[in-house]
């Protein structure tokens, strides 16, 4: 093929495709059969009948090498299919060439200009579409006109001999100058691809970078939780859909036990491992899809959980106490915990209130413990906070 080198492989697969495709021939074969039909009319009856069998043996030819073709191994290298199309088309050829110089002679003087014509048109057919195929193809075009030259050499009209061969190699031209522009689209396209990848590739890298970008926007460096504003953001989306789906949300504030005096016992860097700790806990037990976790700030943390009442949150509270004992430096590490459960539209703001005021109240009672809101009694507490 003109310019395999140049082609990839899904590029020679769809030339190949292409080039045995039938159908056109089916359509050149049909204005043939019109020619030998009018021959048959004429009289030369024998003559058209030995047309309709190199004609039909011409589709069939076309048409099983198209099949053999399209139930091929892909795996297949796609020279041998460029040496079978070559053949395929060197036979065509010969049949074409026989047919159409069997009508010529057939033909009546006002016909032969249509069997002339009809050959024309076959051998620009050829060009336009088997121009990535130069060999195969310069060889159809040189046997329908070489067997038009002969026949029209038997009528003595040898002017138009040199016709022919100038027409030969205009075709020759045409062909190689169709293909080089074919080539230049094939690489052009095949260009196109490459970027178009390299921009999807580009794309998707440029997409993780801004998840990270986000992600690390929304994350505590330290603790590798949700930060104060990821804490925010959470509350408004889960508040308002606890509002339109009229269910309980709680919140859970943990603060860790003394943890000024745990820092100057034990020092800054066992500070940090005690609060990453205390965040693994936390994400280990709170990992539900309704659930988030958060640092509030300082020692603080910050579970909220959808779709759960008093009673689930009181729970969910105490086996964070239970698995919150030790710090990784070996010394003991508590939590007080305050909860607050809202229902139906009570305002974010009222839930925090009131989780804060239950973790105070934890803390005034010893730290160490849990309390939900409404454990005590406190006038001050909203009113449109649920218990």
């Known amino acids: 093929m003109l310019g395999a080198d140049a082609l990839d492989a899904r590029q020679r697969r769809e030339v190949l495709d292409e080039l045995f495709d039938y159908r056109p021939y089916l359509l050149a074969s049909g204005a043939m059969a019109l020619l030998i039909l009018q021959v048959f009319l004429s009289g030369a009856r024998s003559e058209a009948l030995i047309c309709v069998v190199l004609v039909a043996l011409g589709v069939m030819l076309r048409f099983l090498v198209d099949r053999v073709y399209r139930a091929r191994s892909h795996r297949e290298p796609g020279s041998n299919w460029a ?68 026949a029209i050499a038997y009528d003595g009209l040898y002017v138009l001999i040199p016709v022919c061969m ?9 062909i190689v100058a169709l293909g080089k522009v074919r080539i230049r689209q094939m690489a052009a396209e095949r260009e196109t691809r490459r970027l178009l990848g390299e921009l999807q590739t580009i794309n998707a890298e440029l997409t993780r970078a801004n998840l990270r970008l986000s992600d690390s926007a929304l994350s505590d460096p330290l603790t590798g939780v949700g930060n104060r504003r990821r804490f925010e953001e959470a509350l408004a989306t889960m508040g308002r859909a606890a509002a339109r789906q009229e269910r309980p949300m709680s919140l859970l504030l943990i603060d860790v036990d003394h943890f000024k005096r745990f820092n100057d016992k034990h020092g800054h860097v066992a500070g940090d491992d005690a609060l990453r700790h205390v965040a693994e806990r936390l994400k280990a037990i709170a990992g539900g899809p309704e659930e988030v976790v958060t640092r509030f700030g300082g020692e603080e943390f910050a579970v909220l959980a959808g779709g759960t009442d008093e009673a689930a949150a009181r729970a969910l509270a105490g086996r964070i106490l239970a698995s919150v004992r ?25 839930i925090v209130n009131a989780a804060d ?21 406190d006038p001050k507490v909203p009113e449109t906070v649920g218990r």
């Not at 100038?166 to 045409?174: A, E, K, L, M, S």
């Not at 005021?357 to 009694?377: F, I, Q, T």
């Open 166 to 174: 100038v027409y030969t190699v205009f075709q020759g031209i045409c």
């Open 83 to 150: 040496v079978v199309f070559g053949v395929t088309c060197v036979g065509v050829a010969l049949l074409w060439g026989v047919t159409g110089a069997i009508l010529y002679r057939a033909a009546d003087d006002s016909m032969r200009l249509a069997v002339l014509a009809l050959g024309c048109v076959l051998v620009q057919a050829v060009t336009f579409r088997s121009y990535m195929a130069p060999g195969p193809t310069m060889a159809q075009v040189a046997i329908l006109i070489g067997f038009h030259a002969i």
């Open 326 to 350: 030790q710090a990784p430096c070996g010394s003991p590490l508590t939590v007080s915990i305050g909860v607050a459960t809202a229902r139906g539209t009570a305002g974010a703001a009222d």
């Open 357 to 377: 005021r239950a973790l105070y109240a934890a803390k005034r009672s010893g730290r160490n413990r849990v309390v939900c809101h409404g454990d005590g009694d």
